[in-house]
């Protein structure tokens, strides 16, 4: 044993504590709230983020790292959530922004065609789904992405959760293919289009996500309703466009989704799963970016676990950002709930503060440049 940790040994826990604060001290971290709040990604209600909303109150307290964006609201049935116009738009993503002062991720899924959050109902240009412009050449992929990138900069949206990078090997295929969001049944149609949609977003100053990890072209099923097994039909042809894009180094981030694969793991849906993200996508892929869970309020995930599962798991497996889109279900205090949980679970030591300090690292590296302040 050595002398310090002899010297441990006669500290009363309180001393002990005191040891660890001069390591995250000396790293230039912030403290575990701030680093924890990061992590998340939530989806609010409401027009506008002035000092007094609910949600600039949540990014105050909880330093959460980004928020979701919706046209609709789907809990309760309204086509009014958080876009009305352009103007009104814009107002509020710089009212997000001055509540942080840190650049805050504000996300939206605009892929084209179906969906689409800042549609032509709302004042904004319509663009084509991914299924047409699959069929078409890939400049026509480059001109659409490129407008569509301009546009979400021009509303102060910094991250859009697209390209899909699924193979339509199933035209029956309920939440890809029957609503147009793949650009083919081919890894080479699919990677040529998706590069050019991560290159037009980068000119433009939008980050991307590619989803959904690893692979959801052959499911049956829609993960927003239950668990979706592709045990029988997934092939590994299905991981090109990701290998491919990765070593293009055209991934900003990835989304993994909550598709069960018993050969894969046997246990956990891929967004919860180690062997998928830190062994498949981090080891096999050598992706050492940004890695985003599907909607962590999804049916796949909200009906077979607890929060605290969920958290865990989601940590464990190797998920940098957890994402509660907030409009499944409608829980206006997930980000304190969630905050509350990975809080309880670095102090009890089941995830240690390294795990939590690997992700901050890598979030506060992605969100450079859009926007806030430094941190």
């Not at 990701?242 to 991934?251: G, V």
């Not at 190797?318 to 670095?346: C, K, W």
Request: hydrophobic share 40%.
């Amino acid at each position: 044993m050595t002398g310090l940790r002899r010297y441990r040994r006669r500290l009363p826990a309180a001393a002990l504590l005191l040891l660890a604060v001069p390591a995250a001290a000396a790293a230039g971290l912030p403290d575990l709230d701030h680093r924890i709040g990061r992590m998340l990604v939530v989806g609010f209600r409401g027009l506008e983020a002035g000092p007094d909303s609910a949600i600039a109150g949540i990014i105050r307290r909880h330093h959460i790292g980004g928020v979701i964006l919706f046209d609709r609201d789907v809990p309760s049935g309204s086509a009014t959530r958080n876009i009305r116009s352009p103007r009104q738009l814009r107002r509020l993503t710089r009212q997000l922004q001055a509540a942080a002062p840190y650049p805050l991720l504000i996300a939206v899924d605009q892929e084209g065609g179906r969906v689409t959050r800042l549609g032509p109902d709302h004042g904004f240009r319509a663009g084509p789904s991914a299924a047409t412009l699959g069929r078409r050449p890939v400049a026509a992929t480059r001109e659409a992405a490129a407008a569509a990138a301009r546009q979400l900069r021009a509303e102060g949206i910094n991250w859009n959760l697209a390209p899909v990078v699924d193979l339509a090997v199933d035209p029956d295929n309920p939440a890809i293919a029957r609503l147009d969001r793949s650009f083919g049944a081919t890894p080479e149609r699919v990677t040529a289009r998706a590069a050019a949609v991560v290159r037009a977003h980068r000119r433009a100053g939008v980050r991307t996500a590619l989803k959904h990890f690893p692979g959801q072209g052959s499911a049956r099923g829609d993960t927003h309703r239950g668990v979706v097994d592709i045990t029988a039909s997934w092939r590994r042809r299905e991981l090109v466009p990701y290998r491919s894009l990765i070593r293009q180094d055209l991934a900003d981030s990835i989304m993994v989704g909550h598709l069960s694969h018993r050969g894969l793991d046997p246990d956990w849906p891929a967004s919860l799963s180690p062997a998928v993200v830190d062994g498949l996508l981090r080891g096999e892929l050598g992706f050492h970016g940004v890695v985003v869970s599907d909607d962590l309020q999804m049916g796949a995930i909200r009906r077979r676990y607890g929060l605290r599962t969920v958290i865990r798991q989601a940590l464990a497996a190797g998920n940098d950002l957890l994402l509660f889109a907030n409009n499944t279900v409608y829980q206006p205090d997930i980000a304190e709930r969630a905050a509350n949980v990975m809080h309880s679970l670095v102090t009890s030591g089941e995830v240690s503060e390294a795990r939590i300090n690997r992700s901050y690292r890598r979030i506060r590296h992605f969100s450079r440049g859009l926007g806030g302040g430094r941190r």
